[in-house]
Each structure stands twice: as C-alpha cells, then as structure tokens.
C-alpha cells in the first residue's frame, strides 16, 4: 500500500474490491484529516478502542484574558494514567495560586511565561519559561503560572497529569478556599480585623487578568532558601540525538531530577519513522505539535488499527503495545511521548532482532540472513525514509 491513500478514490473504497463508496451523509473535511482512518491497510484487524483525541474537539472555558481545554479519560475513555490541559495566558495574566493531587508536568508551546512556587520546608521556586521549556510539579505543592510580554501577547503550554481521572475544574484555588472559610476563623488566621478582608473575592478567580510582575529579583523571595531542585528543564538547550530521518530529545530523571514522569521530544522528516517499538513502563501518552503523521497499534491477539494524526492531536499507546510512528505530511513531525515513569525506556524491535540468535530469528520469520545483516546492534529510534542497504545502519 502506498504511504498515502489515493484522494481521487471513492471515499472508504480501495484498489481492490475491498470496501465502497459512502453514499450516505458524509464530513468530508473530517475525511481529509484521516486517510488511514478511513482507508485503513489491510493489516489493520480485529478490535482496538479508540488511542486519538483532539484538542479541538474539548470544551473551551473562556476567562477574560486566557483559556483552558483538557483531555482526560471524561474526552479519551483509554487514556486511564494521564490527562492533559491546553492553556492560554495573555500578558499579565494568571492562572491562580493553586495546588492538586496529581504531579504536573508542563510542554511551552509558544510564548513566555512566569512560575512561582513554595514546597513543605518553605523553599521557593521562580523561573521565566519559554518555548520548549519543561516544568514539574510535585502533587501538593503550591505554584502559579502568569504569562508574560511577549511577540505572541502571554503564552500558551501543555499540561500533563498523572492521573487519566484528573479534571481541570478540580484543583485547589486559594480563592476558592478563602471564599469557603469563615471570615472570623481567617482574620484571626491572617491576625488581622475583618473588616481588612472585605474585598476577598466571593467566589474562585482561576485565570484572570493580574498585576503585572516585577523584576525577577524583586519576585525572588527568600524562604528558607531555593528548593533543592530546579522544577524547570531547558529541554531545547538539552542536545538532540540527531539521526538520519530527525532526531530526539530525552528528559528523565537523569536530566531532570526533580521530575517524577519522563518524555521525548520526537522530530520526523518528512517520510521518516520512529521505529517498531514498544514501551515496557507503562502507557504513553502523546502531543503533535507540528506536522502530520499515522500510527499503527498492534495489541496482540491478531488486532492492529491505524489511526492519523495531525498539530493539535492527542494519541495513547496502553503499556506495552507495539507500534510506530510515520511522517505522512511534507513538513517535519514533532511530537512529545510523556510517560509517568521516571526514566524513559522503550524496547526496539530491530534491536531485539539483531541481538537474538539469527537461526533463530530467521526460522521465525522465513527471512534471508541479509535482513538482519541490515539491522543494528545500536538503537535507532528514528529512521529515514526508504530502505536500508546491507550491512547495518
């Protein structure tokens, strides 16, 4: 089958006699963003639930000044370990002091932005982000987010949860809190008079416009000094493990210590493939922030699907299911794979192959020794286009 499915076909119909035209009510630009879906490849069989959500289709909570939008098992049923929230700040504007059950790991997608937060023992925490950069939260720990003057007016950031179940609408604000506390019980927690907490909000604030912030030494408080380990990672300053077909950029625990959840930042050229693999961790949880692209599941017991996605999308692998990634667009993909584990591990198929036995591999597969000959003792996450010559890669 050719890596894309022929337009001028009848929708749901193939080369062959499989399949037909669709002669009822259709969403033919619905149709467009999914070829594979539509016109699956005949590997594709049996049952496997949905592993795709986009953002596009979430609730958008509009706040003066900023949004939000989430995809969580409530949007993505599969998606059981982690959720994720979309969020956009203007200039000035806050996402409000708070704290959650769940650890919270954050992409910035475009943009800048302030953080500040307070553990236990009283440390303290700021940073300025900006595209590329990573921060995490500890379940618990107080922060906030405010967006910052930029070209692009505040910032716009992923955030990933360790708990498919979590719900944007269920965190801890301290407004929130304030305005559900007797007055008498905080002007003696604050020791001051009541009549000094007149103007306390009367219900949460969550994203509003706010003061804007003073220099970054200004904001720096002293606590009982900084928190032991830096809640940001520079992840586009980390370098990339460049290959032929793209590159990737890994960040766990041995780059970012104070994260207890690991991820990947993945660049296809056009045509290029991460490789046959497979996560022996846990389920992986994705972000396609640029390009197009298609991924088939294989969830054992003869069942595969294909599914494509597209800037915006979100996709989920359940543990240990092999898969892949193709670049099917003309530009390069970009694409983060977030896990809640803390160090990053995944399991090449190539590899595998090349370091078993080759009698045994080859009485398997009624392959030639010249396909393994062409694998690697090394991994290769990302390939080009194309095959392969012999003798390894």
Do not use: C
């Amino acid at each position: 089958m050719s890596s894309t499915p022929q337009d001028d076909r009848p929708a749901a119909s193939m080369p062959d006699t499989r399949g037909a035209d669709i002669i009822g009510p259709r969403n033919p630009a619905r149709e467009a963003q999914d070829p594979f879906t539509l016109r699956p490849p005949s590997t594709d069989k049996g049952t496997i639930p949905n592993l795709k959500w986009s953002f596009a289709d979430s609730h958008m909570r509009l706040e003066e000044g900023g949004w939000a939008r989430q995809t969580t098992v409530r949007e993505l049923p599969i998606a059981k370990e982690m959720a994720a929230v979309n969020m956009r700040l203007r200039t000035n504007v806050a996402r409000e002091m708070h704290w959650h059950k769940e650890a919270e790991w954050s992409y910035v997608i475009k943009g800048k932005a302030r953080l500040t937060a307070v553990d236990q023992e009283g440390r303290t925490f700021i940073a300025d982000v900006a595209e590329g950069d990573l921060w995490f939260f500890p379940g618990g720990i107080p922060h906030s987010i405010q967006g910052l003057q930029s070209d692009l007016d505040g910032v716009e950031f992923l955030l990933v949860f360790d708990d498919g179940a979590f719900s944007e609408d269920s965190t801890f604000l301290i407004t929130d809190w304030l305005a559900h506390t007797p007055r008498d019980i905080l002007a003696k927690n604050f020791r001051v008079a009541e009549a000094e907490l007149a103007h306390l909000p009367s219900k949460e604030r969550y994203i509003f416009p706010a003061a804007a912030p003073a220099s970054f030494a200004e904001d720096t408080m002293a606590g009982a000094g900084p928190v032991p380990q830096s809640f940001v990672h520079r992840l586009m300053a980390q370098e990339a493990n460049r290959m032929p077909g793209g590159s990737v950029r890994i960040a766990d625990e041995r780059v970012f210590p104070a994260s207890t959840m690991s991820a990947a930042l993945v660049e296809l050229e056009p045509g290029g493939l991460r490789e046959l693999h497979w996560h022996p961790t846990g389920d992986e949880w994705q972000y396609y922030i640029e390009g197009e692209g298609r991924m088939t599941v294989f969830g054992a017991e003869s069942k595969a699907r294909t599914f494509d996605y597209r800037a915006g999308d979100v996709g989920y692998v359940p543990y240990a299911m092999g898969h892949y990634i193709e670049n099917t667009g003309q530009e390069p993909l970009r694409f983060l794979e977030v896990f809640r584990s803390s160090r990053y591990a995944d399991v090449s198929l190539n590899q595998w192959m090349k370091l078993t036995p080759p009698e045994l591999v080859r009485s398997h597969l009624n392959i030639g020794q010249s396909v393994l000959d062409g694998l690697s003792k090394d991994k290769h996450p990302v390939l080009p286009p194309g095959p392969q010559p012999s003798g390894g890669v």
